[in-house]
């Protein structure tokens, strides 16, 4: 199956190739919505659409993270709704074929790991993450 894979600071990520719509350059500044979720930076308006854009960094629970260095959106193929992730930079589309599970408790929209090359990729599900999000509104 092919994958976009991209950077999140320092370390691999994949999400299925038919999960992403585009990739975007990040504007850099974000229309807040008050009472959003941590995870939420804001919204942007791409070409007449709002999108709600998410720092993966909050929403997978990783440690530290300078969201401002992050120069990508990667936009979600969601249906009516649209969702970005805060990414660092994308490189490219790979096929992987096998993912593992993840060691210990995985947070929510990790599916599992793989390796491309000498390098471990955590693969990431679209719709866990998407789930993700709405339940960070859910608990507001």
Do not use: C, W
Not at 37 to 49: A, D, F
Not at 59 to 85: F, I, K, Q, S, W
Not at 88 to 103: L, Q, R
Request: charged share 25%; net charge positive.
């Amino acid at each position: 199956m092919r994958h976009v894979v991209f950077r999140l600071d320092k370390d691999r990520y994949a999400l299925p190739l038919h999960a992403i719509r585009e990739v975007v350059p990040s504007p850099g500044q974000y229309s807040r919505v008050p009472r959003a979720p941590k995870s939420v930076r804001g919204v942007i308006n791409l070409r007449g659409r709002v999108v709600t854009v998410v720092s993966l960094h909050h929403l997978l629970e990783l440690p530290g993270g300078d969201d401002t260095r992050l120069g990508r959106v990667l936009l979600l193929d969601r249906g009516r709704r649209e969702l970005g992730l805060l990414v660092t930079d994308v490189e490219g589309i790979e096929s992987i074929e096998k993912v593992g599970p993840v060691p210990g408790r995985a947070a929510a929209g990790v599916k599992g790991v793989a390796r491309l090359g000498a390098l471990a990729v955590t693969v990431l599900d679209a719709d866990g993450l998407d789930s993700a999000v709405a339940a960070a509104f859910g608990n507001r």
